[in-house]
């Protein structure tokens, strides 16, 4: 599955993660997150850079909807039960 930059910024703020405890999780710069927050996305980026933010997200909690997984078709995020 492939994330989007909403998807990144959703699931930080269901989480109340700032951009650099985010970085801070995954050893990568604020730079970095940044953008694959911002216009280009996650596609911007390394593979590596990419699976260690989903990682991290995963890990607090995070789970990645899939388009048309839910109702409304589009992708979304939601926290673990």
Same mark, same amino acid.
């Given at each position: 599955m492939e994330l989007t930059s909403g998807q990144l910024r959703a699931a930080r703020a269901l %989480?109340?993660?700032s951009q650099a405890m985010? $970085? *801070?999780r995954t050893k990568l710069s604020v %730079?970095?997150?940044r953008?694959? *927050?911002g216009e #280009?996305?996650?596609s911007g980026s390394t593979e590596a850079n990419v699976e260690a933010v989903r #990682? $991290? %997200?995963e890990g607090a909690g995070i789970v990645f909807l899939e388009p048309?997984?839910?109702r409304d078709g589009g992708a979304g995020v939601r926290l673990k039960k």
């Amino acid at each position: 599955m492939e994330l989007t930059s909403g998807q990144l910024r959703a699931a930080r703020a269901l %989480l109340d993660w700032s951009q650099a405890m985010l $970085a *801070e999780r995954t050893k990568l710069s604020v %730079l970095t997150i940044r953008r694959m *927050e911002g216009e #280009r996305g996650p596609s911007g980026s390394t593979e590596a850079n990419v699976e260690a933010v989903r #990682r $991290a %997200l995963e890990g607090a909690g995070i789970v990645f909807l899939e388009p048309r997984s839910n109702r409304d078709g589009g992708a979304g995020v939601r926290l673990k039960k």
